[in-house]
């Protein structure tokens, strides 16, 4: 193949990929992520062909154009924050709550598994207070003779509520990556996690509900709780994809199934535990105040219930196109 001959098999992508060019010097924030994607993807077969064109026609002009393309095209690929900040805009704001719609059914199972342990232990509880002590895990007895006084354990000093929303966040971090991590078990850990978080709310919910005290418990949580138990169940519908994969690889390698599942369950992981700095900070500051009274409360967690699910349901969906 000669120069010409080149030229004409390829001028169209390259013709594609210098507008591309152009419009992203100008604003590189205006591409689309399939612009983009499509942009990457140009530049390599570039790339390709200057290495070709430097063998075959290392001082014909169609050379000198392609250096200098793909010159160009590297400059705004690798030109570091604005592109890279570009796209993590773009997964907060389309991707995020498109990968949560795709892999909804894990987590409303995570949800499943939460909810019924925890309806029967507050059933349980609620009705025969004494079956506390054998539902409830051994870490959270020390609270029972608390409830029994009719008393709540939350009350957190002000001048301390700024390392104890610290600590609230990496605890809830903590446990929403061992929920995803726990998957590794084909499952059974991550269900023992959900069933045992479970098992607490819902026995201490009971429990104070017996002694008369479980609408205070109730005002403490509802602030900061649709959005933290919201994360556990991403989390732990993380966690049950990769045990999915395990269990259940169809035609693929179990290998390759795992590392498959893996790529999405971490991106899902990762999109959903920035919302536990939010939780925390509910729970560090407007949970615990004496000063801000129930409605609000109720008012700041249905409030954010709503803008949440808003979100993860409504974000990045595609228009309808009107032909």
Request: aromatic letters at 10%; zero cysteines; charged letters at 20%.
């Amino acid at each position: 193949m000669n120069a010409d001959e080149f030229y004409q098999s390829r001028k169209k992508e390259w013709a594609s990929l210098s507008t591309l060019v152009e419009r992203a010097q100008k604003n590189v924030s205006g591409l689309s992520p399939r612009e983009v994607g499509e942009l990457a993807s140009l530049y390599r077969a570039a790339s390709s062909d200057l290495a070709l064109a430097k063998r075959d026609f290392p001082r014909h002009q169609i050379t000198q154009y392609l250096n200098q393309l793909v010159a160009r095209t590297h400059a705004i690929l690798y030109q570091g924050e604005p592109l890279a900040l570009r796209r993590l805009w773009d997964f907060a704001a389309r991707g995020f709550p498109r990968l949560f719609r795709e892999t909804f059914v894990f987590t409303f199972a995570a949800f499943l598994m939460f909810l019924i342990p925890a309806i029967a232990a507050g059933v349980s509880v609620g009705r025969d207070p004494a079956s506390a002590q054998w539902l409830l895990p051994a870490d959270v007895h020390d609270l029972i003779p608390i409830v029994e006084d009719r008393e709540l354990w939350i009350d957190m000093p002000i001048n301390e509520r700024p390392y104890i929303s610290a600590f609230i966040m990496t605890n809830n971090i903590r446990v929403s990556f061992l929920a995803f991590a726990s998957g590794l078990t084909a499952g059974l850990l991550t269900l023992w996690v959900l069933v045992m978080n479970g098992l607490i709310l819902g026995g201490l919910l009971g429990l104070t509900g017996y002694y008369g005290i479980g609408w205070e418990l109730a005002n403490f949580v509802i602030g900061h709780g649709v959005i933290e138990l919201s994360v556990i169940f991403m989390a732990g519908g993380s966690g049950l994809m990769l045990g999915w994969a395990i269990l259940r690889p169809g035609l693929m390698r179990r290998r390759d199934s795992l590392a498959r599942a893996a790529r999405t369950s971490v991106r899902l992981l990762l999109g959903a535990v920035p919302m536990l700095v939010i939780a925390g900070a509910i729970e560090g500051f407007i949970s615990p105040s004496e000063t801000i009274p129930p409605p609000v409360k109720w008012a700041v967690g249905i409030g954010s219930g709503i803008l949440l699910y808003s979100y993860l349901f409504l974000a990045g969906r595609e228009k309808k196109r009107n032909w």
